[in-house]
């Protein structure tokens, strides 16, 4: 399992997130997922993506919240598969505090993806604003969460526990929310559909008129976006443009997806 590869990195926060590791008799244990059947399509592929024997399997039960809820199941009792996962980072047993980000190299935004998809939301709030939040108990994957958006938006985060429930919830709105989302969520990558679905539609909201932005926003040029297409680097294109790295990523992501036209080619 290369965490280097964004489908098993993204495959893996999503099994630290939602994943139950569980030991057995001697050698036997059992690793689960149980979520929504509607995103059924997401166990296969990771059934797909796994070279081992595993079972997809349906039940209907009453929750808390509703008498009659499907959930799909995926069952994965290889000892070597076990092994692997174990010793990348997924414990047996309880594990919400005690989860942290992988050891060595990983791709970064397809893992916290991952940790989204299980355990985060996109949307917007009730006010209609854009928003991306990941609600955690694990200091370091918080501390991932932050140290990731800050690289990508600019924005700074404080940490700290919900008194109530002793969580985090790692939260962005507005032009934040939008970049951090088009820096995730990017094009064919491996992700709950409706969750891509919501990632698309943020793109497309715009500041109200008369709401008061942070700062006064600056028009793209063709040539802007001509020098961005080529440099095909946020990073790179905010030091030649004298703009944000949050401005020009999220400029990329419009370009690429539609959002915008694409420049006249000289």
Known sequence: MDLTVPEY???????????????????????????????????????????????????????????????AVWSLCSLEARTTLNELGLPYGRKSKTIAPPNGEFSRRDYLRGLIDADGSVGFTSKGFPFISLTTASTPVASHMRDYAREVTGAERSLKRNARDDIYNVLYTMEGAQSLVADLYYPGCLSLERKSTAAEALADWARPAGMRAAHTQRRWTEDEDRILLKLNSPMAAAEVLGRSTQSCNLRLWRLRNGKVPKPDTQ
């Open 9 to 71: 990195a993204y495959m893996f926060g999503f099994l630290q997130a939602d994943g139950h590791l569980a030991k057995g008799v001697g050698q036997k244990g059992r690793l689960t997922v149980e979520i929504s059947a509607r995103d059924i399509d997401l166990l296969r592929a990771f059934q797909k993506l796994t070279p081992y024997y595993s079972s997809i399997t349906e039940r209907t039960r009453s929750t808390n919240f509703t008498e009659s809820h499907t959930a």
